[in-house]
């Protein structure tokens, strides 16, 4: 049994190193986008390579997440931990001193790897660490010092390309992972999810805290589900690709990459269907609540990679806002949901799921159509404020619910893995948008560079986005229902991602063999 205390000397540092982890996966998130046209004018890229810097990222991530928890499980955590901190600044160095757009994806698809076996990892490390009376405070001390990173992110990432420049919002995190590193290997002791014989007692126990994302039913993985991850992320990549390219693409070939993405879709279906131990369980959908909710996951995330990813460059580009500026200016959204999403899911525990499901995304709607006033000119108090504060409380309102929702859905044992297919799910659903949307509204791979016609299209992007929230909506309201008094209730209180609900782990019991 795990048996290090949060006020310890080493409770903290194994708080610190895994804070530090997950925090360079958040930060990189939400600083790239404020990066974007800097980006796009010093490295002579057009929109398509644009929307790859923020896709290739989000297509490995969402992809091999799943995967990730489960090698953490099988190989060790904290040694699959520290592989992806020093993968993901190995890509961050590639991204920093990339000589073109080419390579900048390359390594921003790097890094995506990195961040699918960090991610799960950093979480799994305190539950599999720490004494279970500190376990739920460790949890929310690491989820909230995260969130903290988070809201930093836009400020700091505006300040790095206003000033040092852009390569440095990848070089940052470098030091970070000097110093993350050394602590983990020293401070941190090693897990996996392989059962130990008790020698005192002569129980089998499991381990306590089985890793969220990857995890199945509180055991081990003994064959990877290598084949199924490799097919998830090439029905992505060649739909993104399809998507992406139709615009100026040889038509011939971006058909011929929808059809293959589908196909590819379809075969990791069937994977999944028949592997001894998948990466994505697709019994775990015989939920009705489970399926429901991960739809409303889909339009609200959808909705919200495409805001990010579009608004940043508006406040650039049209409204002539420097880049710390334009990151400053979405803050408040990350700022309200640290301060209100426990209040949250206290609330939607008393009145249930359905009205916040249901109110949040109308909330959110109604956010992205007061955006439609942020043109040339456009000021901060009258016309961009009131827009993130309307979205930043519809997403307080639908987050917590979202995941608790989740984990309500499905047996207790099945938790980790629920709360990884949602996270997994809301990352897939913003590769699609980014990709998507310049499509939809008519975007020209040149617009960015045109403040009349960035702003043209960003106006439909914003409806369209709205509308999406609209559907997830309806969806909420018409399936959603109360969970049962005795369901899985999240450890995750606080969060503070714009991009991705946090994730969950196993909470396992001791049993006597």
Known sequence: MPDVRLASPQGKWILL???????MALLDSTVVNVALPRIGRDLDADLAALQWTVNAYLLTLAGLILLGGSLGDHYGRRKVFVVGVVWFAVASLLCGIAPNAGVLVAARALQGVGGAL???????????????????????????????????????????????????????????????????????????????????????????AESGAGSGAGRPHERFDVLGAFLGALSLALVTYALIEARSGPVGV???AAVAGLVAGFAFVAVERRHPDPMLPLDIFASRQFTAVNLVTLCVYAAFGGFFFLSAVQLQVVAGWSALGAGTALLPTTVLMLLLSARSGELAEHIGPRIPLTVGPLLCAAGMLLMLRVGPGASYA???????????FGMVALVAPLTATVLASVDVTRAGVASGV?????RAAGLVA????????GMSSEAYRSATAFDDAFQRAMVLCAGVL?????????????PAPDCRRPECRTH????????EGERTKRRLA
């Open 118 to 208: 960090l991610t799960p990892g950093s979480l799994a490390l305190i539950q599999a660490s720490f004494h279970p009376e500190d376990r739920g405070r460790a949890v929310g001390l690491w989820s909230g010092f995260g969130g903290m990173g988070a809201a930093v992110g836009p400020f700091l990432g505006g300040w790095l390309v206003d000033g040092p420049g852009w390569r440095w919002v990848f070089l940052l995190n470098v030091p970070l992972a000097v110093v993350c590193v050394p602590v983990a290997l020293r401070h941190v002791p090693e897990s996996d999810g392989r059962p130990v014989r008790s020698g005192a007692s002569g129980s089998t126990a499991g381990s306590p």
């Open 17 to 23: 190193t895994t804070v530090l982890g997950s925090s």
């Open 422 to 426: 949602n996270n997994a799910a809301a």
């Open 470 to 482: 609209v559907v997830g909506a309806v969806v909420a309201f018409t399936t959603v229902r109360r």
């Open 254 to 256: 971006v058909t011929g």
């Open 434 to 441: 980014v990709a998507a949307l310049p499509l939809l509204t």
């Open 496 to 503: 503070g991602s714009v991009l991705a609900p946090p994730l």
């Open 382 to 392: 009258t016309d961009v404020l009131p827009a993130v504060l309307v979205l930043g």
